[in-house]
């Protein structure tokens, strides 16, 4: 199993604060002949509806050297997660949660802009230091 992200524990506390119920820590599921284990999965339950909202969270740090080199490994897993997901559980939508200062800063380049953009990726923006979900992008 993967280790831990450094900001997992921020992310976790970040959700909880906002009434998620953690239900998986972490989701793991067969795709094939792959074992794939996301960070977080989480659901929220709404008065009016019977089922919840159901996400999945993969937690990025950004503090290697390479943003870019970062961020290339963190798409290409949101997206083989993402395509795992669409078959074992459709409903449950799979976030990218980044740290506010890389957004800022990082995301807000071209490239990541534009990956963001076309790959229509789902964003989960939180502060590592208050631990709390800063903006939601969907």
């Known amino acids: ?9 921020s992310v976790k506390q970040a959700l909880l604060k906002e009434g998620w ?6 989701f793991s599921f067969q795709f094939g002949d792959a074992e794939l284990h996301i960070d977080l999965a989480a659901e929220k339950l709404i008065a009016a509806e019977k089922d919840g909202q159901r996400i999945a969270v993969e937690i990025k740090s950004f503090t290697r050297d390479s943003l ?3 961020f290339h490994l963190a798409l290409g897993q949101f997206l083989n997660y993402r395509l ?3 078959e074992h559980e459709p409903n449950r ?4 949660a980044v740290p506010i ?3 800022r800063s990082f995301f807000q380049r071209h490239l990541p802009k534009m990956a963001v953009q076309h790959y229509q990726l789902k964003l989960l923006i939180y502060s590592p230091t208050k631990q709390e979900i800063v903006k939601w992008i969907n």
């Open 101 to 103: 200062d890389t957004y």
């Open 68 to 70: 870019v080199y970062e």
């Open 84 to 86: 795992g997901l669409a």
């Open 1 to 9: 199993m993967p280790a831990k992200d450094i900001f997992y524990d």
């Open 93 to 96: 939508v799979l976030y990218l």
């Open 21 to 26: 119920l953690i239900t998986h820590d972490p």
